[in-house]
């Protein structure tokens, strides 16, 4: 453990970039804040600034050097790779010490096929053993062959070192990268009481990402380049306005469809572009299909600022087969499945007692939509 008080988080969003600090004498997360990317046509430069003064910031509100980050991100371009490692046995048990030789064999092919990619996660989706399937490695099981099923998200070196040089102009390293959204489904995950399969539909700002659970352990995890601004765009496109009034307009639907200065065409027209839009944002939900899951005992979730337009008074209108769940969250609980994944991987010392005051509150949070 270093001798720092504070333990760094940063999400770094396609539209907004977070940062939050987690105290480690007070055990909880202090000196938070947010900042709009406000010229995404020169994300760069303003990413820089906004960096810049993200860390002064921090460390003047932290009383310290802010020397290293662990870094949150969903970028488009994360690829998650399915590999399924198989061997034949000589003894009659499985050791634990096998396992560890051959996730170092599979990260040895994953850098030798993919040089252009560094490992996020590597994740044991499950193990098959004499042809049935477990999600935790059994013991003392006699047995002659055995697989093991790897789920790998892979971020390009070009995108992982154009963000490492932003930071390191501010002597900042970065410890780790995660994906936002595996974290956060793992966080919503261990919340949930239910015996239902899980699929977490994460919408962002310009990509979807969706995590599909099996028995509490994932199984699928895929990233789409479609996400709110995409109903902004539409907006503005058809009614011919700027990108702003079309934000204002798609996140103040509400007030606009009950707005009786605007006229009908117009109130039926944005209707129909956000409309054909949510629906196309949900059917994203039913994307795993094709592995034969049956969605009607599938607990649909969607969380992330981009789900917010979801819940509007002509919700009614929306076309789809499915109920779902809508779960409110704040940019702080991003941080906090952040932690609690670190926790779980490094056993940061002083999480146990924070994670009773995650819970107060939590099922607060989830309303239901469509049932």
């Known amino acids: 453990m270093d001798k720092n008080n504070f333990i760094t988080f940063v999400d770094y969003g396609s539209n907004a970039i977070r940062i939050g600090s987690y105290n480690k ?40 050097y802010l020397n290293e980050i662990f870094l949150m991100i969903d970028d488009l371009n994360i690829l998650p790779i399915h590999i399924v490692n198989s061997k034949k046995l000589d003894e009659s048990y499985l050791k634990k010490e096998w396992i560890e030789k051959i996730i170092e064999e599979i990260k040895y092919e994953i850098y030798k096929n993919y040089p252009d990619y560094e490992i996020m996660h590597t994740i044991i989706k499950n193990y098959v053993i004499d042809e049935k399937k477990f999600y935790e490695l059994p013991e003392n099981l006699n047995l002659k062959k055995f697989s093991i099923n790897f789920l790998l998200l892979l971020l390009p070196k070009k995108v992982i070192n154009n963000i490492k040089k932003i930071f390191a102009l501010h002597n900042v390293s970065i410890k780790k990268f995660i ?5 956060k489904s793992l966080f919503y995950l261990e919340e949930i009481d239910s015996k239902n399969d899980i699929i977490f539909v994460d919408i962002g700002y310009r990509r979807t990402c969706t995590t599909y659970f099996e028995n509490g352990r994932i199984e699928e995890f895929k990233i789409l380049p479609i996400g709110g601004d995409h109903i902004t765009k539409d907006i503005s496109k058809v009614l011919k306005i700027d990108n702003l009034n079309a934000e204002e307009i798609k996140l103040n639907f509400d007030r606009v469809i009950l707005d009786q200065k605007k006229n009908n065409t117009d109130i039926e027209l944005i209707q129909k572009i956000i409309f054909s839009r949510i629906e196309e944002l949900l059917e994203i939900s039913t994307i795993f299909k094709d592995k034969k899951i049956n969605l009607k005992n599938t607990k649909l979730i969607f969380f992330g600022n981009g789900s917010k337009i979801i819940d509007n008074k002509k919700k009614s209108d929306i076309t789809f087969s499915y109920n779902i769940d809508l779960l409110e969250e704040s940019y702080l609980e ?28 939590f099922f607060e949070k989830f309303f239901n939509i469509f049932s």
Do not use: C, R, W
Not at 41 to 50: H, L, M, V
């Open 334 to 361: 991003t941080f906090s499945s952040g932690f609690k994944f670190l926790s779980n991987e490094d056993n940061i010392d002083g999480y146990k007692k924070y994670q009773k005051e995650l819970k107060k509150g």
């Open 179 to 183: 994906s936002t959204s595996y974290s």
């Open 25 to 64: 004498i007070s055990k909880n997360f202090e000196n938070h804040q947010e900042i709009i990317i406000q010229n995404l046509d020169s994300a760069i430069s303003n990413q820089e600034k906004i960096i810049e003064k993200i860390v002064i910031e921090t460390e003047k509100k932290n009383n310290e």
